[in-house]
């Protein structure tokens, strides 16, 4: 049990410091395409690591997923997201962006991103309440 606990400490530790670089790319001058690019990046960055916390907090709840859309659609059931086609939408942008670029793409995703961006950190911030105060408790 403590080695799960350390292991979902870290995972909210890594998410916490991708969130919080994606933020500060979002403050960044987004008409520059490099800044872009690097946004993007760091969102997908960002969506991997929620997908996988997401997926080691269910397996701790007894629910076993198997790929990003499961995960995400197993954490909507549970109530751990609150707008399942916004989650389910974050995972088609990441995925987009990994197979096929172009500048007009890249900027629809951008805007999506800046929308989608406190959904992410308040669901960060609601687990975070949720688990953390579980694990100090289970130790």
């Known amino acids: 049990m403590i080695d799960e606990n350390r292991k979902l400490r870290q995972s909210f530790a890594n998410l916490k410091k991708a969130l919080g670089r994606l933020e500060e790319a979002l403050n960044e001058d987004q008409e520059n395409s490099l800044i872009v690019d690097g946004t993007i990046q760091r969102f997908e960055f960002t969506i991997e690591i929620y997908w996988k916390m997401l997926k080691r907090l269910l397996l701790s709840e007894g629910i076993e997923a198997k790929t990003p859309r499961e995960t995400l659609k197993e954490a909507y059931r549970v ?61």
């Open 79 to 139: 109530g751990w997201l609150q707008n399942e086609q916004a989650w389910l939408q974050m995972l088609k942008d990441r995925n987009e962006t990994s197979h096929a670029y172009d500048e007009k793409m890249a900027r629809n995703i951008l805007e999506n991103i800046v929308r989608y961006f406190p959904e992410m950190k308040t669901t960060f911030h609601d687990l975070q309440r949720q688990y953390m105060k579980e694990t100090d408790e289970n130790e």
